[in-house]
């Protein structure tokens, strides 16, 4: 795959191993977010400015979860708020988390309503040509 690196390093209070991680690569057909670390109040400030950002160019998003230990409501606010932007600009965002426990929350808030759920990024990629983006309405959910 050819694309551009771009990476933004969330800072919290010093914690070995829980500084999240945002990676941003930018392919022709869509823009890979790779998120690690905790995901959580004091760290989505900066997540939800780039999710924000990349949701308004009209482009598709696959998130790639896998490396988050942790996410708490105001991580997935931010993915549900980014989804809605997506969806407003004729894109979606897709979520990849192979982790049990974070599609067990994905899937009780019910956030797999407004974003593309997937487990594997190969399984993402796939669906990006056949989807156009979720409907505005069901983004509004």
Do not use: K, N
């Amino acid at each position: 795959m050819i694309g551009a690196d771009t990476g933004l390093r969330v800072r919290q209070p010093e914690a070995a191993g829980l500084i999240p991680a945002i990676q941003v690569r930018h392919e022709p057909e869509y823009v890979l977010v790779t998120l690690a670390g905790e995901i959580d109040f004091a760290a989505v400030a900066a997540l939800r400015q780039r999710l924000f950002a990349l949701a308004g160019t009209g482009h598709p998003i696959v998130a790639d979860l896998d490396g988050v230990s942790f996410i708490d409501a105001a991580g997935l606010g931010v993915l549900a708020g980014a989804a809605r932007r997506a969806a407003i600009h004729g894109a979606a965002l897709h979520v990849v988390c192979a982790r049990r426990q974070t599609r067990r929350l994905v899937r009780l808030t019910r956030l797999d309503r407004v974003v593309v759920l997937s487990g594997s990024l190969d399984e993402a990629l796939r669906l990006l040509p056949a989807d156009q983006g979720v409907p505005v309405a069901a983004a509004a959910v």
